[in-house]
Antibody, heavy 115, light 107 residues
Framework: QVQLQESDPGLVKPSETLSLTCSVS????????WSWIRQPPGKGLEWIGY???????NYNPSLKSRVTISVDTSNNQFSLKLSSVTAADTAVYYC?????????WGQGTLVTVSS | DIQMTQSPSTLSASVGDRVTITCRAS??????LAWYQQKPGKAPKLLIY???SLESGVPSRFSGSGSGTEFTLTINSLQPDDFATYYC?????????FGQGTKVEIK
């Protein structure tokens, strides 16, 4: 059974860079796409972007200038960096497997942007 | 961006009811649509993909239909475990977007 687990950065200061890692266990990262999605408290879901195990990426245009997703298949991990964060970036961040439909999800981690 | 609009936003139903949730796309998305169930404090769970394909392990009381711009998620004989929020998501063209959610409450 594939399992995903996000790291827990907790609090990030405005204008800094949010960094998250998703650890994948119970299966290989090879031949799959890996995604990030976020959900502001009490609100709906927003697709951030995905990365293929080989490294090719696709990002939501609304975040593209600030987002970088990378992959480390040797350690079964992929990562999200979101720069110049503001309070609007406060959300639960989820990692998931898939390019289209998302079939396995991490439990999510709340990232709060505050000074 | 393609806008996904779900209706209703909230639905009150009883155990055993047949429930239908609608998702409308602002332009045609063929059958590139998924449905998810989310419970409070939990990650979404994939129920349906390609508009009508049931994800492995999902009970058969869940079904999806539609194509183009109008889609439905139907739950036959609502069970206590089904009270949750449901989201549709398209993957026709970037960026993927989600509906605003439909909360299924106990009547």
């Amino acid at each position: 059974q594939v399992q995903l687990q996000e790291s827990d950065p907790g609090l990030v200061k405005p204008s800094e860079t949010l960094s998250l890692t998703c650890s994948v266990s119970g299966g290989s990262m090879t031949s799959y796409y890996w995604s990030w999605i976020r959900q502001p408290p009490g609100k709906g879901l927003e697709w951030i972007g995905y990365i293929y195990y080989s490294g090719s990426t696709n990002y939501n245009p609304s975040l593209k200038s600030r987002v970088t997703i990378s992959v480390d298949t040797s350690n079964n991990q992929f990562s999200l960096k979101l720069s110049s964060v503001t309070a609007a970036d406060t959300a639960v961040y989820y990692c998931a497997r898939g390019r289209y439909q998302l079939d396995y999800w991490g439990q999510g981690t709340l990232v709060t942007v505050s000074s | 961006d393609i806008q996904m609009t779900q209706s209703p936003s909230t639905l009150s139903a009883s155990v055993g009811d047949r429930v239908t949730i609608t998702c409308r796309a602002s332009q045609s998305i063929s059958s590139w649509l998924a449905w998810y169930q989310q419970k409070p404090g939990k990650a979404p769970k994939l129920l349906i993909y390609m508009a009508s394909s049931l994800e492995s392990g999902v009970p058969s009381r869940f079904s999806g239909s539609g194509s183009g711009t109008e889609f439905t998620l139907t739950i036959n004989s609502l069970q206590p475990d089904d009270f949750a929020t449901y989201y549709c998501q398209h993957y026709n063209s970037y960026p993927w977007t989600f509906g605003q959610g439909t909360k299924v409450e106990i009547k």
